[in-house]
């Protein structure tokens, strides 16, 4: 991936911006979906082991259904896991060049795992026809998938979790950014607890508030999923604050700010709220916060996303105005390169504009069809910006010489033979 740092642009602090706002977008576009993927794979091939060890057709369907809802669209892989994705490597080589991390190498490998699992997610969701007879294969495609998520996103959360410490960056040579920070086991714990709890929303959302689903479950059925999404969801949810605390106890001073602070405690607030709806959502036979509580999850992390980019921003303050400083300088410079060949391009030579314009009609000293120049140039002494405007739109002046055409000359021209003019005034005087 070294190719991306020699293509990488200068960018100024307006570069910057835009670059984080796309890394901010595409996290928000692809980790809430595949978190949900991954959730589904990984409950799904739980259920389907459960069935197999005790048949039991409330696992088996639910087993089922779980991939099926999370391959329900077949262009979402393409959309919104894997393009986000390649997005990402590019903007964090931008915003990162010259840096020595090596961030681009490690998103590279998230997004090959990314690729693994998307295959044998739709080879597992293929086996379900001869799970019976091929379950060892089966079971098999369903851990790889969750293997293959799992360990790419862990290694995602490692990279990201990285930039808040910059200081370590030069010593990082491990093919795997893994248990080089403080902070790296409270984020993981983060990641792996918004999937399930994200996963468990998911579940009570897609099935009792989604529009486009059939409302053809049996109240035993019914109650199971219920009962498992919001324990998942409502478990994790609690679990969350342990690792934020957490977190914060082990995050960079370099990274930290009041903002960064106040903005955790939003984050906090929001999931005691989740927890309160689940709650409710749990111990009620209605299932309407089931929509809120998918909605407010988004929003956290949507939150909890931003709030990372205002912390690596923080960490990287003296480098990133390093970056748009040296960009400033860039820019400069092709200014005044681009500026000398232009003035270059337009440069006239007066004397050449007089001999091949001027000369047909006047001298100097003598009348020819205009007047001598030594008895009209005189009055353009200190207006020189006259006599530029009078060559370029002549207007007829003394009624004892016929009107001077218009000769169509540029400014450029113009402004030449004018100073010429002056010149050899000065000279003659």
């Not at 409950?43 to 088996?60: G, T, Y």
């Not at 960079?252 to 903005?263: G, H, N, Q, R």
């Not at 020189?384 to 009624?399: G, Q, Y």
């Amino acid at each position: 991936m070294g190719f991306l740092e020699n293509v990488a642009l200068s960018i100024s602090a307006e570069h910057i911006t835009l670059l984080k706002a796309i890394i901010t977008l595409m996290l928000v576009i692809h980790i809430p979906y595949v978190s949900i993927v991954m959730g589904g794979v990984f409950f799904s091939s739980v259920f389907s082991a459960l069935d197999k060890r005790e048949s039991n057709p409330i696992h088996l369907r639910f087993s089922r259904e779980l991939i099926e809802l999370v391959t329900s669209k077949r262009s979402a892989p393409a959309l919104l896991g894997i393009l986000p994705l390649f997005t990402l490597i590019l903007a964090f080589s931008q915003l990162y060049q010259g840096s020595g991390f090596k961030i681009a190498n490690y998103l590279l490998i998230v997004a090959l795992l990314a690729v693994a699992g998307f295959v044998l997610l739709y080879f597992y969701k293929g086996s379900f026809s001869n799970r019976d007879r091929l379950f060892p294969l089966h079971i098999l495609l369903g851990l790889g998938a969750v293997l293959a998520f799992f360990g790419g996103y862990i290694i995602l959360a490692s990279t990201t979790s990285l930039i808040f410490f910059p200081e370590k960056w030069p010593f990082v040579n491990t093919p795997f950014p893994l248990f080089i920070y403080e902070n790296e086991i409270p984020r993981h714990g983060m990641f792996l607890f918004f999937t399930f709890a994200l996963t468990g929303a998911a579940i009570l959302y897609f099935y009792f508030s989604w529009p486009e689903r059939k409302k053809d479950l049996d109240p035993d059925y019914a109650n199971f999923v219920k009962k498992f999404a919001a324990i998942l969801a409502l478990v994790s949810v609690l679990l969350q604050p342990i690792f934020i605390c957490w977190n914060l106890l082990t995050f960079p001073d370099a990274a930290s700010s009041e903002t960064v602070f106040a903005v955790w405690g939003v984050t906090l607030f929001m999931l005691m709220i989740i927890s309160m709806f689940l709650y409710s959502s749990l111990n009620s036979a209605n299932q309407r916060f089931s929509g809120v509580v998918f909605i407010l999850f988004l929003a956290t992390f949507i939150v909890m996303t931003v709030n990372d980019q205002i912390a690596a921003g923080n960490a990287n303050f003296e480098r990133e105005k390093l970056l748009a400083k040296k960009a400033e300088e860039i820019h400069q410079q092709i200014l005044a390169a681009r500026e000398g060949r232009q003035e270059a391009a337009t440069q006239v030579d007066g004397t050449e504009v007089f001999n091949r314009i001027c000369v047909a009609c006047h001298t100097f000293d003598t009348r020819i069809v205009g007047p001598p120049y030594m008895s009209v140039l005189p009055k353009y002494v200190d207006n020189e910006d006259a006599l530029i405007e009078f060559i370029m739109n002549p207007a007829k002046i003394d009624p004892d010489y016929p009107p001077m055409p218009n000769q169509g000359v540029k400014k450029a021209e113009a402004t030449a033979v004018a100073e010429y003019l002056m010149e050899e005034l000065a000279k003659r005087q």
